[in-house]
C-alpha cells in the first residue's frame, strides 16, 4: 500500500535529503516522498525538488515570526491535503503550527527535535544541551500535538557530549544522529510497526 509523506522544512534540508537518499535506496519501507514544502523562498531544502524529481512549494508564511497568519495556515493545509499524505514530516521548519493544522493532520504528523525530550525544547536544543554541559544529548521524533515539543515521543537517538566537543562538533553529531533516526522511523511507520497514538 502506497504511504504518501509530505516533509516540511525552512533551512538547508539535509534530514528531508536523508529522507530522499533512504527513499533512493530502497530503505523508506513503502513511504514516498509526495512533496516538501517551505516557508522560505530561498530556503536550499526547495532545491532537493529538481535533484531527486520531488515537487517543492514555497508557500508565503503570510509574517515573520514563529506562526503562519490564519490565511496562510488554511493554504497550506489546503495544499498539503491535495497530496493525500499518510504522513507529515516537520523536518527543521521553523514555524509552530496551530490547532486548525494540527487537528487536520491529526496522527499523521511528525516532528524531529535536536535533544532528547522532554529536555530543551523549543529553539536552539543542542545550544541549550550544550551549554547546560549535560554529557549526553541526541534527538527526538514525536507525534505533533498543540503542546510545543510535548507530543508522545516516538523515538530517540542518544549522543555522547565529549570534553573536547565544541558547539559546532556537537551539533554535527547531532545531525548525524537526526540522519539516522528519522529515515528509520518514518520506515517502521510505514510498515505499520509504529501506531499513531490514540485520541481522548
Same mark, same amino acid.
Given at each position: 500500500m502506497s504511504y504518501p509523506i509530505v516533509i516540511l522544512g525552512s533551512g538547508r534540508g539535509t534530514n528531508a535529503e536523508a529522507l530522499l537518499k533512504a527513499q533512493s535506496k530502497k530503505k523508506l519501507g513503502s513511504a514516498k516522498i509526495a512533496a516538501i514544502?517551505?516557508?522560505? @523562498?530561498?530556503? !536550499?531544502?526547495?532545491?532537493? !525538488?529538481?535533484?531527486? @524529481?520531488?515537487p517543492t512549494i514555497f508557500l508565503d508564511p503570510g509574517r515573520k515570526g514563529a506562526r503562519l497568519t490564519e490565511a496562510a495556515e488554511q493554504a497550506y493545509i489546503e495544499r498539503i491535503q491535495s497530496f493525500s499524505p499518510r504522513l507529515i514530516v516537520l523536518a527543521g521548519f521553523m514555524r509552530i503550527v496551530g490547532r486548525p493544522f494540527i487537528e487536520a493532520f491529526e496522527g499523521r504528523m511528525i516532528n524531529l527535535h535536536p535533544s532528547l525530550l522532554p529536555s530543551f525544547p523549543g529553539i536552539g536544543g543542542i545550544q541549550q544541551a550544550y551549554e547546560y554541559g549535560v554529557k549526553i544529548t541526541g534527538c527526538t521524533v514525536h507525534w505533533v500535538t498543540p503542546e510545543l515539543d510535548a507530543g508522545p515521543i516516538i523515538d530517540q537517538k542518544e549522543v555522547r557530549v565529549d570534553e573536547a566537543d565544541t558547539l559546532d562538533i556537537l551539533t554535527k553529531k547531532v545531525h548525524i544522529a537526526e540522519h539516522g533516526l528519522l529515515p528509520d522511523v518514518v520506515a517502521r511507520l510505514s510498515k505499520g510497526k509504529i501506531q499513531p497514538p490514540t485520541t481522548k
Open positions: 514544502f517551505s516557508d522560505q @523562498e530561498d530556503a !536550499g531544502i526547495l532545491a532537493l !525538488g529538481q535533484k531527486y @524529481e520531488v
